[in-house]
T-cell receptor
Framework: GAGVSQTPSNKVTEKGKYVELRCDPI?????LYWYRQSLGQGPEFLIY????????DSGLPNDRFFAVRPEGSVSTLKIQRTERGDSAVYLC????????????FGPGTRLTVL | QKEVEQNSGPLSVPEGAIASLNCTYS??????FFWYRQYSGKSPELIMFIYSNGDKEDGRFTAQLNKASQYVSLLIRDSQPSDSATYLCAVKGDNFGNEKLTFGTGTRLTIIP
């Protein structure tokens, strides 16, 4: 079946602008995760949804970052007043959230803040 | 101390040899351990997961876990040029509800033909 999809694949914006990044998880996966990966680093956890609610948002770096998943499927990561330090690849993953489940990653959105 | 540590490499291995990738973690309560492969410009792809002490084999790949030493490794037998990638070690927390993965920085592996 189809994997995790993310749009856009690339986003270039100017400092101070607002951006939205979209994730469409694997059908039937109840858990959805957002990670951020900077060059030369491993993915860094941002937030995790179980259904519609954010079960753990401890990784969001500050209040400029917000994510929603209103119907328990597609999720949107929203970044306000972007800064150059926000430039990274934003990865979305989904899982079935059963004991021993694994997370499957989408292709990512490369965000560049000029 | 980083929560998950890997040697960043690069690690160069001749084609056909065994590549050995290592990872240590700091949270003794961690229960689940994952190896992801990431090609340049691509997203992480799951290779193997392991939960119990000992070895787990899947084709040319063997994951090894030693919880007492807080150490997990990945062996790749009969290395192929297509194995050249960055290998990410990831650890999941110790209780249900703590679902986030904590990643190491990755080890860059190059298989030399």
């Amino acid at each position: 079946g189809a994997g995790v999809s993310q749009t856009p694949s690339n986003k270039v914006t100017e400092k101070g602008k607002y951006v939205e990044l979209r994730c469409d998880p694997i059908s039937g996966h109840t858990a959805l995760y957002w990670y951020r990966q900077s060059l030369g680093q491993g993915p860094e956890f941002l937030i995790y949804f179980q259904g519609t609610g954010a079960a753990d948002d401890s990784g969001l770096p500050n209040d400029r970052f917000f994510a929603v998943r209103p119907e328990g499927s597609v999720s949107t990561l929203k970044i306000q007043r972007t800064e150059r330090g926000d430039s990274a690849v934003y990865l979305c993953a989904s899982s079935l959230l059963s004991v021993g489940d694994t997370q499957y990653f989408g292709p990512g959105t490369r965000l560049t803040v000029l | 101390q980083k929560e998950v540590e890997q040697n960043s490499g690069p690690l160069s291995v001749p084609e056909g040899a065994i590549a050995s990738l290592n990872c240590t973690y700091s949270d003794r309560g961690s229960q689940s351990f994952f190896w992801y492969r990431q090609y340049s410009g691509k997203s992480p792809e799951l290779i193997m997961f392991i939960y119990s002490n000992g070895d787990k084999e899947d084709g040319r790949f063997t994951a090894q876990l030693n919880k007492a030493s807080q150490y997990v490794s990945l062996l790749i037998r009969d290395s192929q040029p297509s194995d050249s990638a960055t290998y990410l070690c990831a650890v999941k927390g110790d209780n249900f509800g703590n679902e986030k993965l904590t990643f190491g920085t990755g080890t860059r592996l190059t298989i030399i033909p």
